[in-house]
Nanobody, 119 residues
């Protein structure tokens, strides 16, 4: 069993910052990828950023230069530092853990944390 617990969401004015955290617990293997996705009302869930256990990062174009993903591998925790927030960043942000075990991919999701950016 794997659990992901997100925190750090909230209400912020445009131009402000928030830092999201996601702590994973349970059966965690050393080779994994953690990431953040977001879903606005009536829209699909989109990738925001991912980071591998080796530290390789990937960002959606709409957050490049504003958001930074990082992780503390020993704590199985991933962070998302969000700066210069815009109203269009308003969404529920979900943490995801992807692990490959003997060629089988396992995906786990957190419950989501609401981020609301006011104009």
């Amino acid at each position: 069993q794997v659990q992901l617990v997100e925190s750090g969401g909230g209400l912020v004015q445009a131009g402000g910052s928030l830092r999201l955290s996601c702590a994973a617990s349970g059966r965690i293997f050393s080779d994994n990828t953690m990431g953040w996705y977001r879903q606005a009302p009536g829209k699909q869930r989109d990738l925001v950023a991912t980071i591998t256990s080796g530290g390789r990062t990937n960002y959606a174009d709409f957050v490049k230069g504003r958001f930074t993903i990082s992780r503390e591998t020993a704590k199985n925790t991933v962070y998302l530092q969000m700066n210069s927030l815009k109203p269009e960043d308003t969404a529920v942000y979900y943490c995801k853990l992807v692990q490959r075990v003997t060629n089988v991919m396992y995906n786990n999701w957190g419950q989501g944390t609401q981020v609301t950016v006011s104009s």
